[in-house]
């Protein structure tokens, strides 16, 4: 298979240092509106990479949920790999590939966990068969047969048929509070613009261009 071949340039125009806003935060808001009028599929999937304790990174795609000055907010399973390894090592990164838009954004930061009521909160507001399914799977565990996992979510679909689901004490939120937020813009003969955000005070970002 020829991959050397498959190349394109990356002509949606540049990134300059004064149409950036000061907060990584109003930045990235720009971005993500512009990603969901430009249609890219998924636009709120994002990489999460994570470190085990003996150095080993691992990554997986969840979705954002939230973001505002504390940070970005994604939710799973407290007992998954991730979760695991998040409890050993709070360091986290996030990244989203938005190919449509020549443009990538990375996040550096803490993970930390939501409260109970935030998580209670978006947990109640998703469709019944995702509540389900969140109780009914052990993320990241061996699973023997797919057979045992269905059998498990209709038993709990019976048992919740007439009720309100609970809510299960192993699913919720992570927030990551970012310490560096890097801005990509593609640009022509791989001449990229790249700015990188970084925390230099409880409040304040210090701004500098990178190379690409
Ligand atoms: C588009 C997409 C969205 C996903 N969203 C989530 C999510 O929001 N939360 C989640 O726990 N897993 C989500 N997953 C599944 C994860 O990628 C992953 O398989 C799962 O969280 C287990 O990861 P872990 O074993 O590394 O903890 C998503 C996968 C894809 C492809």
Same mark, same amino acid.
């Given at each position: 298979?020829?991959?050397? =071949? ?5 002509l949606r125009g540049g990134l300059s240092?004064?149409?950036? !806003? ?5 930045? #990235? @808001?720009?971005?993500?509106?512009? !990603? ?8 709120? !999937?994002?990489? &999460?990479?994570?470190? $085990?304790?003996? %150095?080993?990174? $691992? ?49 550096? %930061?803490?993970?930390?966990? &939501?409260?109970?009521?935030? =998580?209670?909160?978006? +947990? ?11 109780? !009914?799977?052990?993320? $990241?565990?061996?699973?023997? $047969? ?15 048929h007439n009720g309100e689901i609970p +809510?299960?004490?192993?699913?919720? %939120? ?8 890097? #801005? ?8 990229h613009d790249r700015f990188r955000y970084?925390? @230099?005070?409880?409040?304040?970002? @210090? ?6």
């Open positions: 298979m020829d991959l050397e =071949s498959l190349r394109r340039e990356y240092r004064d149409e950036l !806003a000061e907060d990584p935060f109003e930045q #990235f @808001s720009a971005w993500m509106q512009q !990603a969901i009028e430009l249609e890219i599929a998924d636009p709120t !999937a994002m990489t &999460v990479a994570t470190v $085990s304790k003996d %150095g080993q990174p $691992s990554q997986r795609i969840v979705l954002l949920k939230h973001f505002d000055e504390r940070g970005f907010v994604f939710y799973t399973n407290y007992g998954s790999r991730k979760a695991d390894e998040l409890n050993a090592n709070s360091k986290i990164s996030l990244h989203f590939p938005w190919h449509t838009a020549d443009r990538q954004v990375k996040v550096c %930061g803490e993970a930390v966990k &939501v409260s109970a009521a935030e =998580s209670f909160k978006y +947990f109640t507001s998703r469709p019944t068969g995702s509540q389900i399914a969140a109780i !009914a799977s052990q993320q $990241s565990r061996v699973l023997t $047969s797919r057979t045992l996992l269905l059998n498990q979510f209709e038993s709990l679909k019976q048992k919740f +809510f299960p004490d192993f699913w919720g %939120g992570y927030r990551v509070e970012p310490k560096e937020v890097e #801005f990509w813009q593609g640009g022509e003969d791989r001449l970084l925390r @230099s005070g409880d409040a304040s970002w @210090s701004i500098d261009r990178l190379a690409p």
